[in-house]
């Protein structure tokens, strides 16, 4: 049963991680690069909530918090348990997203 587009949307986003899969990955496979560096503005635009960061301690741990944007990511950064830097980190989550979704090539290669 679904009970609305914005829960299914949602649900859709973390699927990958409650499976085991790679959310990032998957969604980088459909879009497509461009070879020229973002403008600052387009770095700090903000995402839709499914294309957003959702912060896990674990497969299957969502913590309830999501970035859409590289302000909020940072802001989450500081709240968020250190099993979860943990976790993203080891998978290169950070990485992926900066550069697949927000299109920061340079900080993703920084935090490597």
């Known amino acids: 049963m679904v009970t609305g587009t914005k829960d299914y949307k949602a649900s859709r986003a973390i699927r ?5 899969g790679n959310a990032l ?7 497509q690069q461009s070879s020229a560096k973002p403008t600052g503005s387009y770095l700090l635009r903000t995402v839709p909530h499914d294309e957003g960061f959702h912060f896990f301690t674990d497969l ?3 913590t309830g918090l999501t970035a859409t944007n590289t302000v909020e ?4 950064l500081q709240k968020i348990p250190i099993q979860s830097v943990i976790f993203h980190f080891e998978r290169h ?4 997203w900066l550069r697949e979704i927000i299109g920061d090539e340079e900080l993703a290669e920084k935090i490597e």
């Open 25 to 31: 990955s998957r969604r980088a496979e459909t879009k």
């Open 60 to 62: 299957g741990k969502y």
């Open 16 to 20: 990958p991680y409650l499976s085991g």
């Open 93 to 96: 989550d950070f990485q992926t």
């Open 73 to 76: 990511f940072a802001e989450q």
